[in-house]
């Protein structure tokens, strides 16, 4: 007997198919069936159980490695960086009480002396008035050589803030390198680009591994004090701060397949947590951006480091004398063109007008003038530490647009060239300075004027027998 149609009326009954064994589908239906609500909300509550003793399962186990457990956002920050930079972000950190003191990191003995010595604090001169802020945690960090047992009882570092110069950052990190991992976030603020890349490159070779990056520029003008931890604000600025991920092609060893990550770091909460604190400190004067519109704020200082800096080292003069020289204009006018050919190339700033290849060259030009003409008779500091043999950032702004360019292609014999000169004149000026003989003042005892013993006659002294006898010859 064919099955008999559903009637329309939904409150008619329905046939049931009776089957030989004498049971009926909806009677076993509703018998597996019985209360669906019921039973997904039990199935959730196992589910749920199931997550809350996994998270205790990983809990206990971070115990053990406290620095492998999921991310925990942190409010601590600690700042590396003995420079005018390194004491400003210090200083206006200690002026916020929403987070906890932050941890100023110093790695020379005799600085920690005067650390000391100045009551813990630090000065800054605005305008008139004095602001000394001791609200501020010093750790002593001495670089070692080798493997250290004590390293194993050093504290993680979520938050780091780095002002060293672009040069020294990589040696600088390789002394904490223990201390940071895929939850740390570090904060470049730097003149130079690349320093994320070569940070990755020697210590965090492995995607999975590496820290968030955020790049910051700094605009606020300072200038130094009497005393060691004493700085004053020329002009007031802002920090302009990105989260940054370091380009793959610069940091060699690439895993077989590329990460896309979900959703981007930009909007991760690794990268978004430490961005959002910083900016809500008000002396701080953070604001967080995009990388495209950062690296629009970011590039013309970079050029002017990387174009102005090697030539006022080259002819060891100062920035004002390098327009006036029309060879030294000529090879500035070539080192331009090149670098706005690489900022024109780079995928970040793809798609912005400015950066189009027939506008970035006057503009880079009218910046880097205006650059020049604003530094007046001041010395570049490329060229200081060069005269005295040391290293400089001549990697991370000129080499910067020489390994992109290189990258993506392009010509960039000039900026090559003039990156080979400075670095053959540090090492030549280095030589020399280890040749020298070091000059010390000779000891002075110092003399005390002789005053004669009053005349006495002593019959019964006794002398020593060798001078008893050159008496007697003397006699």
Not at 60 to 82: A, C, Q
Not at 110 to 119: I, T
Not at 295 to 324: C, G, H, M
Request: charged share 25%; hydrophobic share 35%.
């Amino acid at each position: 007997m064919p099955d008999a149609p559903l009637p329309k009326n939904p409150d008619a009954p329905v046939l049931e198919k009776t089957e030989s064994n004498g049971g009926s589908e909806p009677e076993t239906a509703r018998e597996r069936y019985r209360n669906p609500t019921r039973e997904f909300f039990d199935r959730l509550n196992e589910a749920e159980l199931d997550e809350q003793k996994l998270a205790q399962t990983i809990r206990r186990e971070g115990e053990k490695k406290p620095w492998t457990d999921l991310f925990k956002p942190s409010d601590l920050i600690h700042v590396m960086g003995l420079n005018i930079q390194g004491r400003y972000v210090a200083h206006t950190l200690a002026g916020a009480e929403t987070i906890p003191p932050p941890i100023y990191m110093i790695n020379r003995l005799n600085l920690l002396k005067r650390w000391v010595k100045a009551g813990k604090c630090l000065k800054l001169h605005r305008q008139n008035e004095v602001i000394v802020r001791d609200r501020i945690k010093a750790q002593f960090t001495p670089p070692t050589q080798g493997y250290d047992p004590r390293k194993k009882n050093d504290e993680h570092i979520s938050n780091l803030i780095v002002t060293v110069p672009a040069g020294h950052t990589v040696e600088a990190l390789g002394q904490i390198k223990h201390r940071l991992d895929h939850n740390s976030t570090i904060v470049l603020i730097q003149e130079g680009l690349g320093v994320a890349e070569a940070i990755c490159k020697a210590y965090f070779p492995i995607e999975s591994q590496r820290p968030v990056f955020i790049l910051g520029h700094m605009t606020t003008g300072l200038g130094l004090g009497d005393e060691t931890f004493e700085f004053g604000e020329v002009r007031p600025g802002r920090l302009f701060l990105t989260v940054y991920t370091p380009q793959s092609d610069n940091i060699g060893p690439v895993a077989p397949i590329a990460i896309k990550k979900h959703p981007p770091t930009l909007y991760q909460r690794r990268g978004s947590h430490l961005i959002k604190l910083l900016t809500s400190i008000p002396d701080l004067n953070a604001t967080g951006h995009r990388t495209d519109d950062f690296l629009q704020l970011k590039l013309p200082a970079v050029a002017f480091r990387a174009v102005a800096d090697p030539l006022a080292t080259i002819l060891d003069s100062t920035y004002d004398k390098i327009p006036e020289n029309p060879h030294a204009r000529q090879l500035m006018d070539k080192l331009l063109s090149e670098v706005a050919d690489v900022v024109s190339h780079l995928p970040e700033l793809k798609g912005l007008e400015q950066f189009r290849v027939a506008n970035t060259l006057p503009f880079m030009r009218s910046e880097v003038f205006h650059r020049l003409k604003r530094k007046g008779t001041s010395d570049s500091p490329m060229r200081r530490l060069t005269a005295r043999g040391l290293d400089t950032d001549v990697g991370y702004v000129t080499g910067y647009f020489v390994m992109r360019g290189k990258t993506l292609g392009l010509s960039v014999n000039a900026l090559d060239s003039i990156w080979s000169a400075v670095k053959a004149k540090q090492k030549v000026l280095a030589e020399q300075r280890k040749r020298e003989v070091p000059f010390e003042v000779p000891y002075q005892p110092k003399l005390v004027p002789h005053v004669p013993e009053p005349y006495t006659h002593y019959p019964d002294r006794l002398w020593p027998m060798p001078l008893k006898n050159i008496l007697n010859k003397i006699r």
